[in-house]
């Protein structure tokens, strides 16, 4: 019962060891990547997380139209 991991993303590309990698969403689950392919991903996410940040920014204006940055209504 000796299960080969693959990677997610690969074949093409992969560099170094496949294993699952910790959970970047809010679902929890976990996938295999190499080496290679989980930096990239740690890149993505990194690039959303700039793109969607937790906190508004300075600049933002509720009255602009009409939005709300947090879910509370």
């Known amino acids: 019962m000796d ?3 693959r990677c997610l993303d690969g074949p093409e590309g ?5 294993e699952y990698r910790m959970a ?3 679902t929890g689950r976990q996938f295999p990547r190499c080496d290679k392919h ?3 991903r740690l890149d993505e996410q990194e690039r959303i997380n700039e793109r969607y940040p937790v906190l508004q920014p300075s ?7 009409g939005e709300r940055w947090d879910e509370d209504y």
């Not at 992969?14 to 496949?18: I, L, M, R």
């Not at 600049?59 to 139209?65: C, Q, R, S």
């Open 59 to 65: 600049d933002f204006d509720p009255l602009y139209a």
């Open 3 to 5: 299960e080969q991991l």
């Open 38 to 40: 989980w930096d990239e």
């Open 24 to 26: 970047l969403s809010p």
């Open 14 to 18: 992969c560099e170094g060891a496949v």
